[in-house]
Every structure is written in C-alpha cells, then in structure tokens.
C-alpha cells in the first residue's frame, strides 16, 4: 500500500518505518524540519520518501494521522483534499498539557474528526498503544501469539485496510464495532497511559490485553 503519515513524532515515526520495513510505500510528513523527515526516509530501511502533507495524502491508499489534537486542523488544511481517504487516527483529544480527553463520553475525537473530514473513512486505531512498544512488537511478530489492538470505524472496506496495517505491525486487530466506540476506547487509552507510565509492570498489562473467551 502507500501509506501517507500526517504527523512524523513518536506514533508516525515508528509506525511509518515499520510499514516501509514490511514493504509498503510510506510517505513521512508533517515536522517541524525537512531533515528530520528526510532522516525518517533514509532510515526507515524501506521504501520510504519525505514530504509535504499534500503530497504524502494525494495518492496514498492509507493516511495515518498522527499529531497531537490541537495541530488536527492544521495538518487536514495542509493535506488538502482527503475525499475517499482511508484515515486511520491514533490521535487522542487531548488537552494541551496532555492531562486529560478534551472531548469524552458523548462524542469522541475520532467523530469529530469524521465531521472535520466528513467525505474521508476514518479508522480509529494505533491509540491504545504506547509507542514504546511498537517496534518490540514488530519484532516478534512471527510468534504465535500476539498482543491485541482494537479498532473501530463505519466503513467495512476501510476497516479491512486497517487491520491488514494492524496485523503488519505485529498485532492480532481486533474489531471493537462502529466509530461511535471510540467513545470508550479513548478513555481506554488514557486508562493504557497511566499504567504504562505510573503503574508497576505496566507497558506488558498495557498492550497485552486479550480478547475474553479466546482458546490458548
Ligand atoms: N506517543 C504515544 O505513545 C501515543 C500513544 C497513543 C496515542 N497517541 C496520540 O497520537 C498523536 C501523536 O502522538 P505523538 O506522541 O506521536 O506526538 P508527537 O511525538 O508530538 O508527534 C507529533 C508530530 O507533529 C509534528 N508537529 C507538531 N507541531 C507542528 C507544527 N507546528 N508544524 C509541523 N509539524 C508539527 C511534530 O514535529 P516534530 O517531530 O518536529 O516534533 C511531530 O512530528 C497524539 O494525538 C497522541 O495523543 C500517542
């Protein structure tokens, strides 16, 4: 696939070399420096490239957002016309601290993107994992068993396109329904946070959450 990341930090960065390095075609956008975009191209080990938003979102099957809330409109306006895009979102709705969900339980930051965005096909993905853990998980992907991800979006061919993605990276995707759950897969996420982060043993209980009733 070619994959366009609208957001090169901690998410898009390791997630974008991780498809270059499981052979998709992935443009690295939006940073404050071109060579840290360029750096990202090179390094990745794959078939990887540096550029604006609009040039990483024009032909791109894919486009993984990436950015933190406040910077959403920014990197849409940049990335121009997203009409038909699948977008997958890691961003959360964040405050500008990173305390807490600006946006919760009645509605959730991926609805709102969708509304942002309203002819785009938005995937709720990639947020209820640290990303500390990402390339430790592409690692290992050849094991049988696999650390879960859920995911959420309305559109079924969308959908599919994520979770070959999620699979990519080493992950077992797991479909938590209709976008409307990122209502609580959000929360989720800050619930992964605080354990990856304050709790003891808490990056393994984060991301290695299994799906109930699952035989061995
Ligand atoms: N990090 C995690 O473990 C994690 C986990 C789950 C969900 N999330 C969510 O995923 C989203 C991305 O998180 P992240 O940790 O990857 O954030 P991040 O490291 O801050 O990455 C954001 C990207 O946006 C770029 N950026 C910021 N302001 C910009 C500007 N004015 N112009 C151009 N580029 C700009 C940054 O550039 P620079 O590279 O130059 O700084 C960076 O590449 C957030 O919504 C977060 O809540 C993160």
Request: charged share 25%; aromatic share 6%.
């Amino acid at each position: 696939m070619r994959i366009g990341i609208l957001g090169s930090g901690l998410m898009g960065a390791k997630l974008g070399t991780i498809w270059a390095r499981a052979g998709h075609e992935v443009a690295f956008s939006y940073a404050r420096s071109k060579e840290k975009l360029n750096k990202l191209a090179r390094d990745a080990q794959g078939n990887a490239r540096a550029g604006a938003p609009r040039d990483a979102a024009h032909d791109a099957d894919a486009v993984l957002l990436a950015v933190h809330w406040s910077r959403v409109d920014d990197v849409l306006k940049q990335a121009g016309d997203v009409a038909g895009k699948v977008i997958v979102n890691c961003s959360l709705p964040m405050n500008a601290d990173n305390t807490d969900l600006v946006i919760a339980h009645t509605s959730s930051g991926a609805e709102e993107l969708a509304k942002k965005a309203p002819k785009a096909r938005v995937v709720s993905a990639f947020n209820t994992v640290p990303s500390e853990v990402l390339f430790g998980v592409f690692e290992s992907r050849r094991k049988a068993s696999k650390p879960s991800l859920v995911y959420c979006g309305d559109d079924t061919k969308s959908k599919k396109i994520a979770a070959e993605l999620i699979r990519d990276v080493g992950f077992d995707p797991v479909d938590a329904g209709p976008l409307r759950i990122a209502r609580y897969t959000e929360p989720f996420a800050l619930l992964v946070v605080q354990l990856a982060y304050e709790g003891e043993g808490g990056p393994e209980l984060a991301y290695r959450f299994e799906r109930f009733g699952r035989k061995g």
